[in-house]
């Protein structure tokens, strides 16, 4: 059987033997009361690693970013965010459907910075003709912005012009230990400025499901109130943590590989007749690239890839995605660049 070589996305990884032996053999409680062992311990390992008071397992980044929004933010007020954020984007407006929060969305760079002047000018006062500002939400990586990692110095920046307006910073870290590996730094100097992260277990770090929140006590204790509310309260959650566990424990060596397949990968795409990649923003795993070539149209560019088993997708026209991930070995990568270079010469 012809191996799918799927870049679609980083969410397609499948569990690891040591993940599925170690959710076989995990330990269990019930969450909800406090008592699954497995989730305390990679709540516990989670807040550690991020350099805060306490996490909390939710079962995805959506989850995770609508609990820290809901937390930080009171009705009616408003969160600063990007305009090409996966919160504002892909989230399905559930910070204002759910929460009746008004996001401000102000521009992202192609890497993924909202200017600090955009920031400071947009903080809203309380005054009754307009929403009171509550917090400001930064993506790392910019998922949308090539996958760029944000630097601590920025994020740093960001959180001045935050306490001196009184507001909460939260991350949408989906992808954050690939921004610290990509930097070469502690993933906690990426946070420490920030009141609050969410981090993907099924992205880069390959588990199958969840997502862990990071922050103070006081605020934890608030969003495991909102998991609640939106139906995440979860039993027998361990069989989630004990994969987890094993990402965390395992990450860096394999999100290196990840984005030494990514960058290898780019540049056989950029030699490419009828191709061409961005190489300067190729810093983690994500790929963007277009397409030059007038023999083939971009449907059927995708749809003739998929029918030599390399599954991948138009974002918008003329822009496609690939995402390298823990089932894309090197050997993929090459058969992906013959099978491109067959399809458009």
């Given at each position: ?60 980044g ?15 007020t ?26 401000r ?21 309380d ?5 009171k ?24 920046s ?18 954050i230990f ?24 099924s ?16 605020f ?7 998991r ?42 950029n030699?490419?007749?009828?191709l ?27 749809k ?6 390399i ?11 690939l ?6 070995t ?16």
């Open positions: 059987m012809t191996k799918i070589i799927d870049l679609r996305s980083d969410t397609v990884t499948q569990p690891s033997d040591q993940m599925r032996d170690a959710i076989s053999n995990s330990l269990l409680g019930d969450d909800v009361f406090g008592e699954d062992p497995t989730v305390n311990e990679i709540e516990q390992k989670a807040a550690q690693i991020m350099g805060k008071e306490s996490a909390l397992l939710v079962p995805s959506t989850m995770g970013n609508l609990v820290s929004i809901l937390s930080h933010c009171e009705r009616g408003e969160i600063i965010l990007g305009h090409k954020s996966h919160t504002f984007v892909y989230e399905g407006g559930g910070i204002s459907s759910v929460g009746g929060i008004h996001s969305q102000l521009l992202n760079d192609d890497i993924g910075i909202i200017d600090l002047d955009d920031i400071k000018y947009a903080v809203r006062d005054n009754v003709h307009y929403p500002t509550s917090a400001i939400s930064l993506e790392n990586t910019h998922n949308m912005c090539f996958g760029s990692p944000i630097e601590p110095n920025y994020i740093k960001v959180s001045v012009i935050a306490k001196e307006n009184n507001l909460k910073l939260h991350v949408d870290g989906a992808r690939n921004a610290a590996v990509s930097l070469n730094i502690d993933v906690k100097d990426l946070v420490k400025n920030v009141d609050s992260v969410t981090f993907c277990l992205k880069g770090l390959a588990a199958p499901i969840g997502s862990v929140v990071c922050g103070t006590k006081k934890i204790d608030k969003a495991r109130r909102h609640k509310v939106l139906g995440g309260g979860m039993r027998q959650a361990g069989i989630i943590a004990a994969a987890g566990l094993i990402s965390l424990d395992d990450c860096t060596i394999q999100i290196k590989k990840d984005h030494n397949n990514a960058k290898i990968l780019a540049e056989g795409l030699k490419i007749k009828g061409s990649v961005q190489l300067n923003h190729i810093q983690t795993n994500i790929i963007f690239f277009k397409l030059e070539s007038n023999k083939i149209t971009d449907q059927s560019f995708v003739s890839m998929n029918s030599k088993g599954k991948f997708f138009e974002t918008s026209p003329n822009r496609f995605r995402v390298t991930h823990y089932g894309i090197k050997k993929d990568i090459y058969k992906t660049l013959i099978e491109f270079d067959k399809c458009l010469n």
